[in-house]
């Protein structure tokens, strides 16, 4: 793939099942995701493939970092590019969590485990729904200072 192409969808799902054969056998991924601009169709030529893991429980947390930029590597030469984010959902903030959930595309999901599936969903949703009044309130706040100039400083 070129900078100046989309990638097709197709292709990308096909290629994507490649990766999760590889990944079946693991035990440590409990979902995939496809989330962001190709997950809706809305994918220009500059748009990465974003891409979010759900490791198992029993996946150390100082074990993230090395398996998400071993995993990145697998997907960058299965996919052939090396515009892929992975995102590890175990440590992701909650509002990057929801949007996964809600507007991500489920490609892979252990069926022995969709247990932790389950409760990962309504841990992250719990999280994103109590912090949004807050969030709201940043947001306005913010958006007022924009509009009066005294944004940065000023």
Request: glycine share 8%.
């Amino acid at each position: 793939m070129t900078t100046d192409n989309i990638f097709p969808i197709e292709k990308l799902r096909s290629r994507l099942q490649k990766f999760i054969n590889t990944i079946r056998d693991s035990g440590q991924i409990i979902a995939f995701y496809l989330f962001g601009s190709y997950a809706v169709g809305r994918a220009t030529p500059q748009s990465d493939i974003d891409l979010a893991i759900l490791f198992d429980k029993s996946v150390e947390r100082e074990r993230y970092l090395p398996e998400r930029l071993r995993l990145m590597g697998e997907l960058s030469i299965v996919l052939e590019t090396d515009r892929v984010e992975l995102v590890v959902l175990n440590e992701a903030p909650p509002a990057l969590a929801y949007r996964v959930i809600k507007d991500g595309e489920l490609l892979f999901a252990r069926d022995e485990r969709k247990g932790q599936l389950v409760d990962f969903k309504v841990k992250t949703m719990d999280l994103y729904f109590d912090f949004l009044p807050a969030q709201r309130i940043f947001s306005e706040g913010l958006a007022r200072r924009i509009r009066e100039g005294s944004f940065g400083g000023g």
